[in-house]
């Protein structure tokens, strides 16, 4: 091994142990008098990252770029970096530089179509794509990627490619679960919605084949957050279909989006000590401490007066998130109960949401959110701003202005105008939101009513009213 390969494993392992004062200055050592970028500069624009010396770690990420040539791989994590400090055409650029390094690796390729993507670039993505399944074949995330850039048509579409790939009698579970998903989402696209269900059950069922879960342990997860933030606790005074609506708020000035981070949940479990299991410890942190740290992670220092969290997920935080935050503005979006398992069990997630791909699991999941969703507007009644989302794609006009004056931010009808939006965009409906606001999602499960009788009728069986 090489003296930098070696101070780099070394730095690593000083980080992992939680030396990070040694680790940097380890990695330091290595870089010193550098004269091409190599893998440390990346390492230590990361750990810079995670110490919360952000200035410094986009200086390394420009000091390593002016370097000659380095391997691919640096290029690679350094461009990572630049997406993690929100320099997303700086990072397009770096994975550029990557695949110019390494054109026949497709992972760079790959990386650079996910960069195209999240800027909106859905034709220059679509190109690169097909470069990189032409240099192999068995990268199977980029057919995904490839058929969610755009809504496919008889004329124009990856149908067959796909289908003979799965019918091969070797095919691996990976290409059944991603090339699943993709053929399942095309044969939507063109209206063959038997065809596409058989696709999604399919890539659903493989999926599920490897997860090690049980849906019981969310239900009394979701049952226990809703045990300890009584009505009590949650009045008392602190001290101190998501995407479309983080499209509109953000194309109003004074408004920014982190994404779907989790740096509400990090600050909260940082802040969860004392005994007792999380959820009591979680429920007794200390509010100002929680506010504080999660204000040093989301950059509240920013010129945007108001910054947008949109993980869907902080849905089982709402009572600490008003605890520590009394001023924060908790925007709520309600779909029909179908349409929202619809959606989520023909998408495949990248982690998380265990739930989606079994259609009873999903069912009971749902109930037990809606219970936690219930027990939410008891203890917190107006602090809850609820938007219907059939209201939003109906009337987004009317319905955006009502939120903008609940949020207090200025309104402009431009909002709506969701394809104009040139901000990044890094969540699954990356392509979908470059197109103008549609309402044709709403009721498409309807076309795969026959095929979801055992979700409607885990829905009914908790109590859940749902159209005939």
Same mark, same amino acid.
């Given at each position: 091994?090489?003296? *930098? ?10 980080? =992992? ?8 200055? /380890? ?6 008098? &550098? ?14 990252? =995670?110490?919360?010396?952000? %200035? ?5 990420? #420009? ?5 000659? &040539? ?5 290029? #690679? ?23 110019? $390094?390494?054109?026949? #690796? ?7 179509? /996910? ?13 690169? /794509? ?58 939507? #696209? $063109? ?48 001290? *101190? ?31 969860? %000590? ?17 506010? &504080? ?38 925007? $709520? ?7 929202? /398992?619809? +959606? ?5 997630? +990248? ?27 008891? $203890? ?24 903008? &004056? ?63």
């Amino acid at each position: 091994m090489s003296s *930098s390969l070696s101070s780099l494993h070394e730095a690593q392992q000083l980080a =992992k142990a939680g030396r990070l004062e040694e680790a940097l200055r /380890c990695a330091e050592r290595a870089v010193a008098g &550098a004269h091409t970028c190599l893998p440390e500069h990346a390492f230590l624009a990361s750990l810079l990252f =995670k110490m919360g010396r952000i %200035r410094d770690a986009e200086q390394m990420i #420009d000091l390593a770029e002016a370097l000659p &040539a380095g391997v691919a791989d640096t290029y #690679d994590g350094l461009a990572w970096m630049s997406m993690a400090l929100g320099r997303h055409e700086g990072a397009n650029a770096l994975y550029r530089r990557a695949t110019e $390094v390494a054109p026949q #690796d497709p992972r760079f390729w790959y990386n650079l179509a /996910c960069s195209e993507r999240s800027l909106g670039r859905l034709i220059e993505a679509e190109a690169v /794509c097909d470069r990189a399944i032409a240099i192999d074949a068995r990268q199977y995330p980029t057919y995904l990627l490839r058929s969610e850039l755009r809504v496919q048509s008889p004329q124009a579409n990856h149908i067959a490619e796909l289908e003979s790939h799965l019918a091969r009698p070797d095919v691996e579970h990976r290409a059944r679960v991603l090339l699943g998903y993709a053929l399942a989402k095309e044969l939507d #696209d $063109v209206g063959r919605f038997d065809d596409a269900f058989h696709w999604f059950a399919t890539a659903a069922a493989a999926r599920r084949s490897r997860l090690a879960y049980e849906v019981a342990t969310d239900e009394r997860k979701l049952a226990r957050i809703a045990e300890v933030y009584p009505r009590s606790l949650c009045a008392q005074p602190a001290r *101190s279909g998501t995407t479309l609506l983080e499209r509109i708020l953000t194309g109003l000035p004074g408004a920014r989006s982190n994404g779907e981070t989790d740096n509400f949940s990090t600050a909260l479990l940082a802040a969860a %000590r004392g005994s007792g299991d999380v959820f009591q410890r979680a429920a007794a942190a200390d509010p100002d401490t929680v506010g &504080a740290s999660y204000a040093r992670r989301a950059d509240v220092g920013n010129t945007a007066a108001r910054i947008i969290e949109k993980l869907p997920l902080n849905y089982l935080y709402l009572g600490a998130i008003l605890r520590a935050l009394p001023q924060a503005r908790v925007l $709520v979006v309600k779909r029909s109960p179908l349409d929202s /398992c619809f +959606a989520m069990y023909r998408t495949l997630f +990248a982690a998380g949401y265990p739930f989606s791909y079994h259609l009873e699991e999903l069912g009971r999941y749902y109930a037990a959110y809606g219970q936690l969703m219930d027990h939410w507007r008891s $203890v917190l009644g107006g602090s809850l701003y609820e938007i219907v989302y059939e209201d939003l794609v109906r009337d987004p006009k009317r319905t955006g202005a009502a939120i903008a &004056a609940h949020c207090g931010l200025p309104w402009s009808d431009a909002a709506v105008d969701i394809q104009n939006n040139k901000s990044v965009s890094l969540t699954a409906s990356a392509a979908q939101i470059r197109r103008p606001i549609y309402g044709s999602s709403s009721g498409r499960w309807r076309y795969y009513r026959g095929h979801l009788q055992p979700l409607i009728d885990t829905l009914r069986g908790h109590g859940m009213t749902l159209p005939e």
